[in-house]
């Protein structure tokens, strides 16, 4: 919603700024930070990711990951009724493997990538808690700030 704020100059109004709202909320391409917090919120644009942290989190985290994907894409059944050629089919199976057959979905591949992506995002927060490797990473972090504005 557009709104046109006037001026009295005289007898006159004078357009002197102009608010809107969806152009307000709008953000440009890029990588964005939103922080949502009592009392305000705060935007910082055309951020760059911490690809360093991730990518470290990512080698060292390795096994969680795939254990949490794992876990995340274990498959279900369906919440359907089941004809009883099924119902036969699922009781053999459920003989065959034990209770643990009983419950078979797979989640959707966004699910699957977002446990991958938190396990990351846990393991760069371990990684960080150490004074030495914080300080490190902010010193790298530094440097890179200082070359990419020199490059340009």
């Known amino acids: 919603m557009k709104k046109l704020y006037y001026e009295k100059k005289g007898r006159r109004y004078y357009p002197v700024a102009e608010y809107d709202q969806d152009l307000l909320d709008s ?64 009781n053999n199976l459920i003989d065959v493997w034990g209770d643990e057959a009983r419950s078979l979905t797979r989640p959707c591949a966004r699910d699957i990538a977002e446990a991958g992506v938190k396990s990351m995002m846990e393991e760069a927060d371990k990684l960080l808690s150490d004074p030495v490797i914080k300080k490190a990473f902010d010193k790298f972090i530094m440097l890179c700030e200082l070359t990419k504005k020199q490059s340009k």
């Open 27 to 90: 953000f440009a391409k890029g990588n964005h930070l939103v922080m949502v917090y009592p009392g305000g919120s705060s935007r910082h644009y055309n951020i760059d990711p911490n690809y360093a942290a991730m990518i470290a989190a990512g080698r060292t985290a390795t096994d969680r990951i795939c254990s949490e994907m794992a876990k995340a894409s274990e498959v279900h059944p369906p919440r359907k009724a089941l004809t009883e050629v099924e119902r036969q089919a699922w």
